[in-house]
């Protein structure tokens, strides 16, 4: 693979462990010829103490890797230290990506309906369509912690088809209830998974014939 251990011996502090680190990085970063080409790779480096006070080995190497995984969500080329906090977080991401499929399956999520307003004129001109899950034990979980989630899992297709669904309806059933008028168009958000998807138009085409709306109402 393409994860190594460096063991360091004798560090007073994490201080001598970071500028091993900054070395490291230094080293690793140097461009190299690769044929007629040059070529730079970085590195992503998790740093772990003896302060934790680890007994078995494979724990040092889990901190060390979570912390390596910190560095690589920080935009990768650089060292970072881990701390408890850490662990708690991908705790927390692993409940969140085991929870997901149930969410879908049980429809735990909930749309909000933000108003789109004319500055010039005051008018209502549309809703942006913003997505929520109503976690049975967390209660309501943002979209910036559960959305990264979805797209590192793929759930982030179905889910955003489910979005899209469940909001066509609900402005199929304004329409009905207040006019067409009332209630222009909807903002929905979509993902880049979905954005490469080549039947993407077609998909979205179809959902809005299905409940009766104009795909020009949609945006």
């Known amino acids: 693979g393409d994860e190594f251990v460096v063991l360091l011996d004798g560090m007073r502090d994490e201080a001598d462990a970071l500028i091993v680190s900054e070395r ?44 390596m995984y910190e560095a690589k969500l920080a935009g990768r080329g650089r060292a970072v230290l881990f701390d408890g906090s850490m662990h708690d977080r991908v705790q927390r991401k692993l409940e969140l990506e085991n929870g997901l499929r149930k969410a879908l399956e049980q429809q735990q999520f909930v749309l909000y309906y933000q108003p789109i307003i004319a500055l010039d004129s005051h008018r209502l001109t549309g809703f942006e369509v913003l997505i929520r899950w109503q976690h049975p034990v967390y209660g309501i979980i943002s979209p910036g912690e559960f959305i990264p989630v979805a797209e590192e899992t793929g759930l982030i297709v179905p889910l955003g088809e489910w979005v899209f669904r469940a909001a066509t309806r609900q402005l199929a059933l304004w329409w009905q209830t207040f006019g067409r008028d009332a209630i222009p168009s909807l903002s929905i958000n979509l993902s880049r998974k979905q954005l490469v998807m080549n039947d993407l138009p077609q998909r979205l085409l179809n959902l809005t014939t299905q409940v009766g709306i104009d795909p020009r109402a949609i945006h």
């Not at 070529?39 to 003896?50: D, F, L, N, P, R």
């Open 24 to 67: 490291l990085l230094d080293v690793l970063g140097a461009p190299y010829q690769l044929g007629p080409h040059e070529v730079v790779s970085t590195a992503s480096i998790g740093i772990v103490t003896s302060e934790y006070g680890h007994e078995r080995a494979e724990d040092v190497l889990r901190d060390a890797d979570t912390a």
